[in-house]
């Protein structure tokens, strides 16, 4: 399954919504999809699983969400320290494979 | 805390054979999760290359299984992997992690996400 991320970059200020997009290829079985923040020379960071499951420790104001091949991940209100790379994942088919990622920088 | 900590060399030369170690600490690598490698190369996205239990079974990549050999020895709390004959290809950050896992409608294990991840070991291959 390719996934496809969108947009490549998002430029938007603190305290500003951000709407990511991960459209895959053909249908994600059981919405098996899950979202991933990288920041620069670090290791990625479970955010959410299942579409929609908040990881351990991860605030509220992360939110995912969608079905089948369109699936979203939302910040509600930006802190500085989200700004960062986000991948999404899907595991409902093998092999796994990851979206190319969207940067979400500071405006 | 679970901590994986990446070891392993930084250079290796085409035609040869990539070797790193992740040793975990927090946790008991035989307590039911797979284990796992990643690689992003420079500039790109993350690819998985495999997961392996720790009584032997193994979840591949298909486009790497033919180079890929996993391990895991427990007395240590550690796992493995290797990759054979690379090529400037396969230059990339490798990242290993531990691997959430469940089972597909036929009965056979899935992996589902990785958390946590290591650090991250930028590989080259150069001559």
């Known amino acids: 399954i390719v996934l496809t991320q969108s947009p490549g970059t998002l430029s938007l200020s603190p305290g500003e919504r951000a709407t990511l997009s991960c459209r895959a290829s053909q249908s994600v079985s059981s919405n098996y999809l899950v979202w991933y923040q990288q920041k620069p020379g670090q290791a990625p960071r479970l955010l959410i699983y299942g579409a929609s499951s908040r990881a351990t420790g991860i605030p509220d104001r992360f939110s995912g969400s969608g079905s089948g091949t369109d699936f979203t991940l939302t910040i509600s209100r930006l802190e500085p320290e989200d700004f960062a790379m986000y991948y999404c994942q899907q595991y409902g088919s093998s092999p796994r494979t990851f979206g190319q990622g969207t940067k979400l920088e500071i405006k | 805390q679970v901590q994986l900590q990446q070891s392993g060399p930084g250079l290796v030369k085409p035609s040869e054979t990539l070797s790193l170690t992740c040793t975990v600490s927090?946790?008991?690598?035989?307590?039911?999760?797979?284990w796992g490698w990643i690689r992003q190369p420079p500039g790109k996205g993350l690819e998985w290359i495999g997961s392996m239990f720790h009584r032997g079974s193994t979840l591949y990549n298909p486009s790497l299984k033919s180079r890929v050999s996993l391990s895991i020895d427990t007395s240590k709390n550690q796992f493995s992997l290797k990759v054979t004959s690379v090529t400037a290809a396969d230059t990339a950050v490798y990242y290993c992690?531990?691997?959430?896992?469940?089972?597909?409608?036929?009965?056979?294990?899935?992996?589902?996400?990785?958390?946590?991840w290591g650090q991250g070991t930028l590989v080259t291959v150069s001559s």
């Open positions: 992690g531990r691997d959430r896992y469940s089972y597909d409608s036929g009965g056979s294990p899935m992996g589902n996400w990785f958390d946590p």
């Open positions: 927090g946790y008991s690598i035989i307590d039911g999760y797979y």
